[in-house]
């Protein structure tokens, strides 16, 4: 039961697009289409902005997007606000177990 | 609305025990599969355990295996997670999280109890 993998860190200006990636292996991502993304924002609990690699829930801003190709999931957030930043975390099914990455803090510059 | 409002943490000493309690409200609880997801301070999130809506399937994280227990009582709109046995690492903000029906992932958490484990 091993951590997804994030980068620690991003960066980006308002306006422009970042994109964090998450690698995992054919036991988890690879193998099924369950990534979720959670943005959390200081002192706050996790919120859910994508489900099944690429749904956004009701609420989510279709700034919001994500993909995936292969063990590797991608978040990527267009058109950056100020707001965005925040820690972001992938996750992913694992059979009889849910992994989580490491988390990605985003900062706009 | 969901809420989830999370009870029982504090401060512990190692090897002692701990109880934690979820209150959920705004829907129908014995329909959804829940979670315990925590996280150390200043660490990212790891989940712990989960726990089926009827209570048949349960799972557990290696980390925690054979010292915690999940259960919920659905009379009670109720998520537990027993911890035994507690250790330094298992300091964390624990949050309960309920596993959508339709959107299939962690869609409503509670706002997490902080458990210390130090003597």
């Known amino acids: 039961q091993s951590a997804l993998t994030q980068p620690a860190s991003v960066s980006g200006s308002p306006g422009q697009s970042i994109t964090i990636s998450c690698t995992g292996t054919s036991s988890d991502v690879g193998s099924y289409n369950l990534v979720s993304w959670y943005q959390q924002h200081p002192g706050k609990a996790p919120k859910l902005m994508i489900y099944e690699v690429s749904k956004r829930p009701s609420g989510v801003s279709n700034r919001f997007s994500g993909s995936k190709s292969g063990n590797t999931a991608s978040l990527t957030i267009s058109g950056l606000q100020a707001e965005d930043e925040a820690d972001y975390y992938c996750?992913?099914?694992?059979?009889?177990?849910?992994?989580f990455g490491g988390g990605t803090k985003l900062t706009v510059l | 609305e969901v809420q989830l409002v999370e009870s029982g943490g504090g401060l512990v000493k190692p090897g002692g025990s701990l109880r934690l309690s979820c209150a959920a409200s705004g829907f129908t609880f014995s329909s959804y599969s829940m979670n315990w997801v925590r996280q150390a301070p200043g660490k990212g999130l790891e989940w712990v355990s989960s726990i089926s809506s009827s209570s048949s399937y349960i799972y557990y994280a290696d980390s925690v295996k054979g010292r915690f227990t999940i259960s919920r009582d659905n009379a009670k709109n109720s998520l537990y997670l027993q911890m035994n046995s507690l250790r330094a690492e298992d300091t964390a903000v624990y949050y309960c999280a309920r596993h959508g029906d339709y959107v299939r992932a962690f869609d409503y958490w509670g706002q997490g109890t902080l458990v210390t484990v130090s003597s």
């Open positions: 996750c992913s099914y694992a059979g009889s177990s849910t992994l």
